[in-house]
Every structure is written in C-alpha cells, then in structure tokens.
C-alpha cells in the first residue's frame, strides 16, 4: 500500500503533469533521452582521492569564489598563504579566491579587509574570471559596501553591474546565470522576457547540477540534507529551532559514544559529508554506521550498505542493505536496486532494479521517484515511455528534487514529449538553480549570523543570495534593513528604509505572502493606510494568518478603514491572536497576550474535559481518544505487493563480511 506521503505525491503532482502532456504524440523518447542524458541518483564512483598542497588551494580558491564555506581543516592556513602567493605571481582563480574571503569573510577565516578584498577582486575581474566578475557585479548593483561598512572604494554603478554579469554570465558563473536569468523574468532592469529567463535559467540549472553530482559524492543518499536554514524567514517572534552548532555536535558525539544509536548515526553523517564544523572522516563515519549496525537499527545498516557500495565490497553491502529492509529502512530498498542495476553484489537485472526501487519509491523516498522517471525515460526495467517517465519526474520535481525540477523544465521549454509551456518550463528551471549548493551555503551562513547578533554579516550574505533570485533571500534582507541594530548614521536612515521597501517589493512580486505583509507594516508606518490594507487583504488570501492579525490592528485603531472592534476581534480570533511581525509595547503588549492566554486556555480546558469524559469510559484511554478523533487502525508500512524472495540473489555469506572488512 501506498504510503501518505506518496499518495499526496501523486495526487498534486501527476495532474499537472497530466495537463502539460494531453494530447501529445509522445514518439520522441531517442530526442528526449539525447537531450536530457539522463542518469540515476546513486553511482558507484569511488571517493576522491587525497589532494596535494597544488590542488588544496585551487579547490579551495574556486569554493571560496563561487560564494562557498570553506571546511575547517589543520592545512586551511598553509592553503590560504599558498592562494596569496600565487594570486601575487598573477593568478586569476587565486586572485578572487583570495578577494571573496578578505570581502566577505569564511567561519574559519573571520578576519576581514575591505580594501584588499576589493583590491583582489578587481584584478581578477579585469583578467576575465567569471566569478570575480559576477561578484563586483553584485557590489555595484548593491552598494553593499558603502550603506553597510562605509566603504568609499567603490562607486556603484548599476548599469556597469550588468556589463559584468553578462561578461561573468558568458564565462559560465552560475551567480551571473542566476542574476540575469532573475532580472529578465521580472523585469527588475530589463525588459522582461520568458524565453531569456528560461534560457539562463537552464544553463544555470546545468551547471548546478554539476555542483550537486561532486557534493552527492560527500553524502550517503540523501537529496536534500535534513536542516531547512535556507528556508528560514526572519520575524520579530521566531519559533525555537533545533540549532546544529558546537555544542549540539558535541552532545551528540558525546551521545554516540555512551551507545545511543540515533547519535551513532548522526555522527555517521556529520563525518561523511564534513558538515557542520566536522571536518570529513569517512573511517569515522564508517566506524559509527557500524556500530549502530550492530545495534540493529535499519539506518545504520543502510547507510553502511551504500557506503559498501561505493568501496567496492559488493558482499558486504548486499548483506548490509537486505538486514535494513527487514528493519523497514526505506534507502535500502534503492540500495538494492542500485546492486542490481550496477551488478554489484547481485546479479544484473534491470527488472529487479526497477522493482526494488519502486519500493522505495511507493514509501516517498524522493531520490527513488526520480530514478523511476529516468528507468523509464531509458526503458531500463520497465517499458520505455516518455509519458510515464515524465509523470515520475514531475512527481519528483514538485517536491524539490533538482535533476528531476532540471528536466522537467527542459522538456516543457521545448514541447519535446510534452506541451510547450514557457512559464511551466522557468518555473522549474528556477527552482534547480535554486537549489545549487552556493545557496544554501549562503542562507546558512546568514541565519546564523543573525542569531548570533551580526547583523551586518547576516545582511551581506542575504544580499548575495537575494541578488541571485532567492524569494527568501530577499524578504529576510528587507526584514534587516528595517529592524536590524545596523551601524546607524542620520543620513542612512532614509537610505535603510528605501532599501527594505526595494527588496521586500521583490519578495512580494516573486508570491511571498510574509514579504507582503511586512512590505504593508512599513507602508502604515508612513500612514499610507489603503495600499497597506490592500496588502493585509491580498496576503490574507493566501492564508496568511499574520495579514489577518494586522487587518485587525486596522481596523481596531481606523486606519484606512472605518473603526470596528467587532471586526478587529473576529480577525484577531482567526489570527490566532498573535502576529510574528506585530511590535507591541505596553497596554497594547499586555492586552494581546492575556487575550492569547484566554483562547490558549480555552483550548485546554476543552481538552480536558473530553480526557475526564474519555476516562471516565474505562478501557484503554489511547484507544478510546483514536476512536473519538475518528482514527482507524494502523496500517503496516511493510505490506508489499513484490514478494521479497524476488531478491534472493545476494550472497549473505558472513565468511565474506570478514573478509571484505579486511
């Protein structure tokens, strides 16, 4: 049976992709395939090899120029001193590697200076580097420097910032990409067009999955990494969040070593993707995927299977992954699937493959939706069928995987297969490039350093994102030009307003309902009430609850509206008595939260009672509270339809395990 989360997959996702194939004549799968070269998720491609000091510092001149963190490591200042050197002996790469570090700053090289940043950048860029070009493109089309360090080295030039995108845009700089691909579908500079977008977009979308192809190499299985931080939007009143800082590192490594098998797993994470103040380790991570292994837990198997995969010690890792799918680990059927399409460890079998990623795929496992569009796309196991194929990519696309979100949009610029749709086809392209590694690093950078009150770093680092086309980027910088403690001086005062209101516009024309409602705070701050309450009520129709909750403050205090407290109640009450955005201070303060307390209390009580009414039942009260809330019996997650036996095919001699741990 299906699993929920695969049902809603599939009931939002293959309508709409229904309406883009009705009708077609899909006769083309030998074009499709040849445009998309599509491939599977998971491949069996050994680790990189250990750099030399020649190769550390241009890997890490080019991870710092594209707008990357760079990994703490004992060498990292051997790697930067030797990036000086060479950017002295002239050149490019290691001139704005060495720029974008002195500019804005690593977690490991915190020490800044503007001046030779700036110095550093210019010479690269005037040597044609892509990267140097597309970041002193975003410093003339920010002013970043000048409104929030003071620095008076630049003067912006806004029409000289898209000369440089374009000339980075031609060198193959996805930040440049992303720029003009944003500029050209909003008009935000030039004239709008679609079918410009699109075509940026898509050589973005290329390009970022490139990065994302070397960086799956440094994880397990796993698309998307389980924090959200580039997801983040800032607020006045934020819910606490699970923080993965040092401290938490350390308790959970402390955790792992006391036996507790959760940390033993993320330990096993942290190590083999070198994330989080963890520097790479894949023994370590090894050692703790075994050791929850040997606990039983169904992840650890998985996760050591996939790695045994990749090392090459096929035995091992069949062994490893059929134990997790009697434990229910969902990865471990696409790990099996991966044995039989590659032949490691299992006999080769595309049909098998197909089915065992099926598996995988009917519980949501995301990575496994996808490789049933691309095994369909090649007729690998299953009929060849561009219909089919295009479903299972749709599915997956609309859920945030960025190959299957590269190929749909592909497919729908051209009408190869499916209808030709130029909003459809930028729609997902946008979102692949969205997903490149430099973004996330980016927002992750930003949030933390606003919760550890740097606000200037914080706003640099949303500003580079919002300049690339992130909706999220754009709203949280709005967001710090209003309210943050920035270095304040009289004349920037109106230049911060100005600046909150440009990006919070660009937040709110990309769809942002939390954009729009703050856009209409600083709008009733300057007593332009009507446009104010145009945006509460447009926002409220996106269901946005804190709209509903200003609206009220309009109306309770007759700005722009006729004064109602009747009204203003009613849309309290449906707000929840509470906005995250709302700044209240003293009657008005003590008023909204002993009315929140009324409701929440309310709800309590009413809970209360139904729990003495339950009890008061006998029997078991967990049962009698599912029956009253109307839920049903538990549905197993393990009821196949394949029969199991169909993967007999491993060799789960323990004899080999040994050998292979040799």
């Not at 035995?315 to 490893?320: D, F, G, L, Q």
């Not at 309902?513 to 104010?532: C, G, P, S």
């Not at 722009?560 to 009450?573: F, H, I, M, Q, Y």
């Not at 309590?604 to 009890?615: H, P, R, W, Y």
Request: charged share 25%; hydrophobic share 40%; with cysteine.
């Amino acid at each position: 049976m299906w699993s929920p989360f695969a049902r809603i997959l599939l009931l939002v996702s293959v309508p709409h992709a229904c309406s883009l194939l009705g009708g077609m004549e899909l006769d083309v799968p030998g074009q499709v395939v040849e445009l998309l070269r599509p491939s599977i998720s998971f491949s069996l491609e050994e680790e990189e090899p250990e750099k030399d000091a020649q190769e550390r510092w241009k890997q890490l001149a080019q991870r710092a120029s594209s707008l990357q963190q760079l990994e703490c490591g004992s060498t990292l200042v051997d790697d930067v001193v030797r990036m000086v050197d060479e950017a002295e002996r002239g050149d490019a790469l290691a001139m704005a590697g060495l720029g974008t570090i002195y500019l804005f700053g690593q977690d490991c090289l915190r020490k800044r200076n503007l001046t030779w940043g700036f110095h550093w950048l210019s010479r690269a860029a005037d040597l044609e580097q892509p990267d140097a070009q597309a970041t002193l493109g975003f410093l003339h089309a920010s002013d970043v420097l000048r409104d929030v360090y003071n620095f008076t080295g630049l003067t912006a030039n806004r029409s000289h910032a898209r000369v440089l995108f374009e000339r980075a845009a031609a060198g193959g700089s996805l930040y440049a990409l992303m720029a003009l691909g944003y500029r050209h579908a909003n008009g935000v500079g030039v004239r709008e067009s679609c079918a410009a977008a699109a075509e940026l977009y898509e050589r973005a979308g290329l390009k970022a999955a490139e990065e994302l192809d070397l960086s799956r190499r440094h994880s397990v299985e796993q698309t998307h990494q389980t924090d959200a931080e580039h997801l983040t939007a800032l607020a006045h009143y934020m819910s606490e969040r699970e923080r993965m800082d040092r401290g938490a590192v350390e308790y959970m490594d402390y955790c792992a070593h006391i036996g507790d098998v959760t940390g033993k797993v993320s330990m096993g994470h942290l190590y083999h993707m070198g994330s989080h103040g963890v520097r790479r380790d894949r023994k370590a991570a090894f050692h703790w995927f075994r050791s929850a292994a040997r606990q039983g837990d169904g992840m650890g198997h998985a996760n050591l299977g996939l790695m045994l995969l990749r090392q090459k010690k096929y035995r091992s890792a069949a062994k490893s992954l059929r134990r997790a799918t009697k434990l229910r680990d969902v990865s471990a059927w696409a790990g099996i699937g991966y044995s039989y399409l590659y032949g490691a460890g299992a006999p080769q079998s595309d049909e098998l493959a197909a089915k065992s990623i099926w598996l995988a795929a009917r519980q949501g496992h995301l990575d496994s939706i996808y490789n049933l569009g691309v095994l369909s796309l090649l007729g690998r196991g299953v009929p060849q069928s561009v219909r089919t194929g295009f479903k299972y990519l749709s599915v997956a696309a609309e859920y945030g995987q960025p190959h299957a979100q590269l190929h749909v949009g592909r497919l729908a610029r051209r009408g190869l297969g499916v209808r030709k749709d130029c909003q459809t086809a930028l729609f997902f392209l946008k979102h692949s490039s969205d997903g490149a590694p430099f973004v996330r690093s980016l927002m992750s950078v930003a949030l933390s350093a606003h919760e550890q009150g740097l606000p200037q770093r914080a706003l640099v680092h949303y500003l580079l994102a919002a300049h690339a086309g992130i909706e999220i980027a754009q709203q949280n910088a709005g967001f710090l030009y209003a309210n943050a403690e920035l270095p304040l001086r009289t004349e920037n005062a109106l230049v911060y307003q100005q600046r909150a209101l440009q990006y919070l516009k660009l937040a709110a024309l990309q769809g942002s309902k939390d954009a729009q409602v703050q856009l209409a705070n600083l709008l009733a701050e300057r007593r332009e009430y009507t446009t104010a309450n145009e945006l509460y009520k447009e926002a409220a129709q996106q269901g946005s609850r804190d709209a509903l909750w200003h609206l009220g403050m309009s109306y309770w205090r007759g700005h722009g509206v006729e004064r109602s407290w009747r009204t203003a109640w009613d849309l309290w009450k449906s707000a929840g008595i509470q906005s995250k955005y709302a700044q209240l201070r003293g009657a008005e303060a003590t008023f909204f939260g002993v009315a929140r307390f009324i409701v929440e209390a309310r709800v309590f009580l009413l809970f209360g009672a139904a729990l003495l009414f339950v009890l008061s039942k006998g029997g078991n009260p967990l049962d009698s509270l599912r029956e009253s809330f109307g839920g049903g019996a538990e549905q197993d997650p393990s009821a196949y339809e394949f029969d199991s036996e169909d993967f007999d095919d491993f060799d789960d001699d323990d004899g080999q395990d040994a050998a292979d741990s040799s």
